[in-house]
């Protein structure tokens, strides 16, 4: 599975409908974008807390309503051509989705947003297979599966040494986690034992080297996640053809 990195971010700006729609239209399987809540209970999609990096103006999201947040301009920085994109609901986003397509829905915030979510999830016309939750944050992973176990759940975490294996394999079954997404390029043998235990495994960000993707290909990783889908899927197509 190829999922596009906020969208299609290496060719238009993260986190919005244009990235999203531009990622469709390069055929990956699914987009990943990351949410946060507003003060007035949206939710919305924004990777930093803050919209000083995308806007050039600094407003705190959860400090924020929908209607302020909306106000600003998310796309100049990247182009002029993106200079109408505005921050998306969560809604919006979900109306991208295809309906043979998935999204990976990474919460950026505090554990207080899950029950929103999950309403937004019931609310939607996207089946609850189309729908996966990621985090770095272990609370929000448990939370979520106690409320809805059939909701997919992948726990984030960040690779660097031999010795965090048995800390991930203990956490991933301490909070029920569906799986692992990593950054993990280089340690076959943590995807080994997460698959061993019958979980998931996902290269999460950001995977963009042709050499690496098959590496962690090879060593059963599930979804791939990338700034460049288009050009990833197609060279992954074209590998496979001279292979055949």
């Not at 690496?212 to 090879?218: A, C, G, H, Y």
Request: with cysteine.
């Amino acid at each position: 599975m190829i999922v596009a990195h906020r969208g299609a971010s290496g060719d238009a700006p993260e986190n919005t409908l244009a990235s999203f729609s531009l990622a469709w239209q390069q055929d990956a399987d699914a987009i990943e974008g990351d949410f946060h809540l507003t003060s007035d209970g949206h939710i919305v999609c924004i990777h930093d807390s803050d919209t000083n990096r995308v806007s050039g103006t600094r407003l705190v999201i959860n400090k924020s309503t929908l209607k302020e947040l909306q106000e600003l301009d998310i796309g100049s920085h990247f182009g002029d051509k993106f200079c109408n994109e505005r921050i998306a609901t969560i809604e919006q986003v979900f109306d991208t989705v295809p309906s043979d397509k998935k999204i990976l829905v990474e919460i950026k915030c505090s554990e207080e947003i899950v029950p929103i979510l999950l309403d937004k999830i019931k609310l939607s016309r996207l089946d609850l297979s189309q729908i996966i939750i990621i985090s770095f944050d272990q609370k929000i992973i448990k939370k979520c599966k106690i409320i809805e176990p059939k909701l997919v759940s992948l726990w984030l975490h960040d690779f660097f040494h031999n010795n965090d294996i048995e800390f991930i394999i203990s956490t991933l079954l301490d909070i029920r986690a569906d799986g692992l997404s990593s950054n993990n390029t280089s340690v076959e043998v943590l995807a080994s034992k997460v698959i061993g235990l019958g979980l998931s495994y996902h290269s999460g960000w950001t995977m963009d080297d042709i050499g690496v993707i098959n590496k962690t290909i090879s060593w059963g990783a599930q979804s791939i996640t990338t700034n460049n889908p288009g050009k990833i899927k197609n060279k992954l197509l074209s590998n496979r053809a001279q292979i055949e």
